[in-house]
């Protein structure tokens, strides 16, 4: 059975991502493909090639990758992802798609024709940088004749390409969504985060639908974008709510495997 993980965007509590990982590791479940958004395309990108989960987690806990994620101000200019761009360049052994071990997705949003497209060819390092541009916050990346960004602004989720090659694919949610009382919400940041977290949600959730195995990670939803220096305590309590989850999709693919049945 090909098994396909869709990775969602959603800044730093995309860090999730790895505790997921590392619970699919722990589980020796096999992993055939990945798409992602944004910090999905970012975790995403470093495990088809070949990455492990602890791998990843060191490079997200490094102090020099927050400089990756220094959102620019109005009087110096929007930030660049670079640095980004390095990280990921750095850390794969071929920085092709067509290098990886595993078969690569990432969601980005053209800024030119205003339509969301998937990468699965070129250059990895640059299709992670453009998935990642935050509009607003970080200047569009350019890609032959067109100007990128965040993936996660039109498709936060895309997991459209492993419904085509895979038999069962798994998508993962870290954005929060559900009611908040009047009080969460006084403050300037908790409405602009508030806001950040529905438009991600609206554009996830019809994605997350089309998944044969949803998981939600609500222990990220407390995270705001930025907080990258939590890494790995994001990451440790996304493993410990995504385990059990995973550990009962195992139980459904062995049962289903010993009645000779076939998931489409």
Request: glycine fraction near 10%; proline fraction near 3%.
């Amino acid at each position: 059975m090909k098994i396909g993980i869709s990775l969602c965007g959603g800044g730093a509590r995309g860090m999730a991502h790895i505790g997921v990982l590392k619970a699919i590791e722990d589980l020796e479940m096999d992993i055939y493909a990945i798409s992602g958004a944004s910090a999905g395309a970012i975790v995403g990108s470093l495990f088809a090639g070949g990455r492990s989960p602890d791998d990843i987690l060191k490079v997200a806990t490094e102090s020099t990758f927050l400089k990756a994620f220094k959102p620019g101000i109005r009087w110096t200019g929007l930030g660049d992802l670079q640095y980004l761009e390095d990280i990921i360049r750095d850390n794969l052994a071929f920085d092709t798609f067509e290098g990886l071990p595993r078969d690569l997705h990432i969601g980005v949003t053209n800024l030119n024709t205003g339509e969301p497209e998937i990468m699965d060819k070129g250059i990895v390092s640059k299709a992670v940088a453009a998935s990642s541009a935050i509009p607003g916050v970080f200047k569009p990346v350019e890609i032959g004749k067109y100007k990128y960004i965040d993936g996660g602004f039109m498709n936060n989720l895309p997991v459209e390409p492993l419904l085509e090659i895979c038999d069962l694919v798994i998508g993962v949610n870290v954005n929060a969504h559900g009611y908040r009382t009047v009080k969460e919400l006084d403050q300037v940041f908790e409405i602009a985060q508030r806001c950040f977290d529905l438009v991600m949600w609206n554009n996830t959730r019809e994605h997350l639908a089309k998944c044969h195995t949803a998981i939600e990670l609500s222990s990220a939803y407390d995270y705001s974008l930025f907080e990258f220096g939590k890494a790995a305590e994001i990451c440790d309590k996304a493993y410990h709510e995504a385990r059990p989850m995973l550990e009962n999709l195992q139980n459904h693919i062995e049962i289903m495997h010993s009645k000779g049945e076939h998931h489409s």
